[in-house]
């Protein structure tokens, strides 16, 4: 009696050929959009071009001439796709961090909202927005201008500025442009004047205590 074959054989047995690549599979796609990205495929002349050059010093047949200008080809679009690439991420952790020192400086300085659209933003203008109890003294504005340049210059060069130094760096102070530049400006100077106003009431502490000293003494 001749044995009947099972119905599911042929559907348990694994299909053994390759299934073609479909031009909608999403690799598929992703490949094309990254390779378009850098620049497509070479063309034939561009190929010669690179393997006509190889082979001024080399006598490497045809077909290896063309595998390394190939080679060549992809090595220089893959490094100017990263360098792109590199470019772009700094541009933006740049904007980021622009943009978040911007707040920080704008929440920090309400003060300045009403003259942020004054620019550029001169020196005097900046020191009487800071220090609104002088406007209307400007050798006490001067004073405390020259003092703050005065230890700027000390923190950034590590020594004690000369009075010309001093005196030409408070002459030289360029105005700020923008927004960012005058809230990061003030931020850095109230933060000074914090100090200055501490050490001025310290050395006035001590001036008054020494004079009390010496009047007991007499």
Known sequence: MKKTESKNKKAMMPDLKPSPLRLDNPSVIEAEKRLDKMGGSPTPEQLATIAATLARNTNDTPNALVD???KLWLAARARIFNAENECEMFVENLNLKLAYASKLASESNVQFAGIMAKHPLTRDRFLKTMLPQYKGRADKLAQIGKAYVHDSLRESNGR???????????GNW???KNDFQANHGAKRFERWHSRYLNEVRRAAGEKSAAKKKMKKKL
């Open 68 to 70: 390394c200008a190939m």
């Open 160 to 170: 004690l500025p000369t009075q010309n130094e001093v005196a030409e760096a408070y």
């Open 174 to 176: 360029k105005p700020y």
